[in-house]
């Protein structure tokens, strides 16, 4: 659909809403909605016979969407609907990497819209992944204006993070450890191009900023 008067009327058969935000995001004073939906086709679920990680895998893919609300307050008109940068659960022994249940997957902070998505395998590796995207709505699209990044090697402690401001061309790597609160910084600066569009980032755990810089 799209147009509803709320997040639940955007749903279309075969899917359920995971997650959902609100707030402004188009500056007008009123209140958005960010929401994430997920589809719950039976056939998508699969059995893992192997079995390292859980029994089944819901491969159902997600979508994730954005309404304004109309001037006249009687209800939401569909501005965004992307289905790549949450990407399908596909391995049995990696987390789904939305966690619906966390109220900080999705949310919309100061006019912008946040997603989180996390990586963390149960077996065939010591790394984990926390990222975190910062969109904006300028120039008719949600551009992407901030990329928070922090690795975490369980066998070693080690920790690295990376946070770029794509407004101030800006980053900033962090280096550290578990086992103490001293990390070493450096900073780089960007060279100057077009932000790009929430649809130009594609599957969110293949986003390699340092190509996109």
């Known amino acids: 659909p799209r147009e509803a008067a ?3 009327g955007f749903v279309p058969p075969g899917w359920q809403l995971e997650a959902q935000a609100r707030g402004d995001l188009n500056g007008d004073g009123k209140a958005d909605l960010a929401f994430v939906l997920h589809a719950t086709d039976p056939k998508n679920v699969v059995a893992n016979p192997d079995g390292l990680g859980v029994k089944s895998l819901d491969t159902n893919p997600r979508i994730l969407a954005a309404a304004f609300a109309r001037v006249s307050g009687d209800g939401y008109d569909l501005v965004l609907e992307n ?3 949450i990407p399908r659960r596909t391995d049995p022994v990696m987390d789904d990497p939305f966690d619906s249940v966390a109220a900080s997957g999705l949310e919309v902070a100061r006019g912008t819209l946040r997603l989180r998505l996390g ?8 790394g984990m992944s926390n990222m975190t995207w910062t969109f904006r709505w300028q120039t008719g699209r949600f551009e ?4 928070d990044r922090t690795d975490t090697n369980r066998g070693s402690g080690e920790i ?10 800006r980053a900033k790597r962090t280096a550290g450890s578990i086992e103490s609160d001293a ?17 130009e980032v594609g599957d969110g755990l293949e986003f390699d900023p340092d190509s996109r810089r």
């Open 83 to 85: 289905h790549a940068l």
């Open 183 to 199: 990390e070493k910084t450096r900073w780089e600066t960007l060279a100057r191009g077009p932000l790009l569009s929430l649809d």
């Open 119 to 126: 990586v963390f395998a149960s077996a065939g590796s010591w």
């Open 6 to 8: 709320s997040a639940e």
């Open 160 to 169: 690295e993070g990376l946070s770029i401001n794509y407004l101030t061309r």
């Open 144 to 147: 992407l204006i901030g990329y």
